[in-house]
């Protein structure tokens, strides 16, 4: 009896699953099977990312562009908000769709002096850096010197964070290092001054050099002298190619140095730098940038809540202690530098301004005198 009632309902399961034709079971199947798969393909022998990271040596190396994989940073051309989502895709998952992480990298760009827009520094800055004279004898000393100058300037001090300058100061020497390249025709030697730099240099004249030639110290003072014993150390078996010599002359030429604003304060600008920039998990599972915010002065009208600044608010930027900002003796376009850039780090800090969004925020200012001002601000994508 008990294997005739197992028989029945072993016949009574196959009528039920038969009920349903095979193909609508395949495709239940099918799509729990891909939706699945695509989760578990999405953290696969990836690593949980949350937060802010910085990136390493090892994330560098993932890269498909092998001038990032070479020199461990992005660039211009090796465009970071390209290439970072490629890396965190191979590399990290996020636990929630749409959840952002702030990643850290290597940013390499030319530091290139803009001239035109160049602050030159007065007697009375070279006087503040300790110098007798309105120059520096070494490049060492300028940046040295020239972060510590625009720190205790107002027009500087009060600058965002981030901000760049470029800074015009006068470099004094005695010696520089010269070349003259020498020829042979038959018998004859000829030696010619060079410009610049050669890429090849024959040979380097030393101590012994000078002292043979009659100097009392190791370099030359007149070009003819440096030349006629360069071609006679020539002669004497070096042969033609290109020689390098110490020329002394006491002079002085205009060099530039380019500064940025930190938040310890200015430093000179390092051709390789530190950026930030924001991605979104999607639910794709897939890394993608999110372009940054930016605020300019605007004269459209708000479209939030006005905002009054706070006590806690002048502290953000240094501002603490009289509550205000300093605008006094400022231009126009200087006084607006100054309030933008502190009114960016407040907004960004503590409220919550979304793209596009237009706010009136007002604030008090000190110009000789304590006055309030209103600006109106407007949150525009930075690209």
């Not at 010599?245 to 006491?250: H, L, N, Q, S, W």
Request: net charge negative.
């Amino acid at each position: 009896m008990k294997k005739q009632i197992i028989y029945l309902l072993g016949l009574i399961i196959i009528g039920l699953y038969s009920c349903t034709p095979t193909s609508e079971w395949d495709d239940m199947y099918d799509a729990l099977e891909d939706k699945d798969a695509k989760a578990f393909d999405a953290k696969y022998g990836k690593q949980l990312l949350t937060g802010t990271y910085t990136f390493t040596d090892a994330d560098y190396a993932a890269s498909d562009d092998e001038n990032v994989k070479k020199f461990k940073n992005f660039s211009f051309s090796s465009a970071p908000k390209v290439l970072i989502p490629k890396i965190l895709n191979k590399k990290y998952y996020a636990d929630n769709k749409g959840e952002e992480v702030a990643v850290i990298f290597d940013y390499y760009s030319k530091v290139k002096p803009d001239e035109a827009n160049a602050y030159t520094l007065s007697d009375d800055d070279y006087k503040l850096a300790g110098q007798k004279y309105s120059n520096f004898s070494s490049e060492s000393d300028a940046k040295k010197y020239i972060p510590a100058i625009l720190n205790l300037k107002p027009q500087f001090s009060t600058k965002i964070v981030g901000s760049i300058q470029t800074v015009e100061w006068m470099y004094y020497y005695s010696t520089s290092t010269e070349y003259i390249k020498v020829t042979k025709d038959g018998d004859n030697y000829t030696a010619v001054e060079l410009n610049k730099k050669p890429d090849e240099i024959l040979y380097t004249l030393t101590d012994k050099d000078y002292e043979d030639a009659g100097q009392s110290y190791p370099n030359f003072s007149d070009v003819e002298d440096a030349k006629a014993a360069i071609i006679n150390i020539a002669k004497s078996g070096k042969g033609p190619g290109n020689y390098a010599y110490t020329y002394y002359e006491k002079r002085t030429e205009s060099k530039y140095i380019v500064l940025e604003k930190l938040d310890a304060g200015w430093s000179i600008r390092n051709s390789v730098t530190k950026q930030t920039m924001l991605f979104k998990y999607t639910d794709k599972f897939k890394w993608v940038f999110v372009p940054p915010i930016k605020y300019i002065l605007t004269n459209e009208a708000p479209t939030i809540a006005d905002i009054t600044l706070t006590d806690a608010d002048y502290e953000l930027t240094g501002d603490g202690k009289y509550k205000n900002f300093y605008v006094k003796g400022m231009s126009e376009d200087e006084q607006n530098d100054v309030i933008l850039g502190k009114l960016t780090i407040i907004l960004k800090a503590n409220y919550n301004i979304k793209l596009n969004d237009v706010v009136k925020v007002t604030f008090k200012v000190y110009t000789g005198s304590g006055d309030t001002w209103s600006r109106n601000i407007k949150a525009v994508e930075d690209n």
